[in-house]
């Protein structure tokens, strides 16, 4: 969450003013924890979350909307 929004940001103020800006907040991050986040490759957990989300928002539309967990989980499984 951090990362995402000093990538919103950076272009207007820079990283290190804006690293600078959260150490007095709870939200403080380095600017190498920041580099470091965005040259690591996506996990496989976190790849794998969005595309079960893209089948469950299928599957869920696709049944206009009505089936609950119990359904899109037995559909997924199937």
Not at 56 to 63: F, V
Request: aromatic share 6%.
């Amino acid at each position: 969450m951090k990362v995402e929004f000093i990538d919103r940001h950076k272009h207007e103020h820079g990283v290190q003013p804006i690293c600078e800006a959260l150490e007095q907040t709870d939200a403080a991050i380095a600017p190498s924890t920041y580099y470091a986040a965005t040259a690591r490759p996506e996990a496989r957990r976190t790849i794998r979350d969005r595309e079960l989300t893209e089948q469950i928002t299928t599957i869920h539309a696709e049944n206009y909307g009505v089936y609950g967990v119990r359904k899109v989980h037995a559909e997924l499984k199937r």
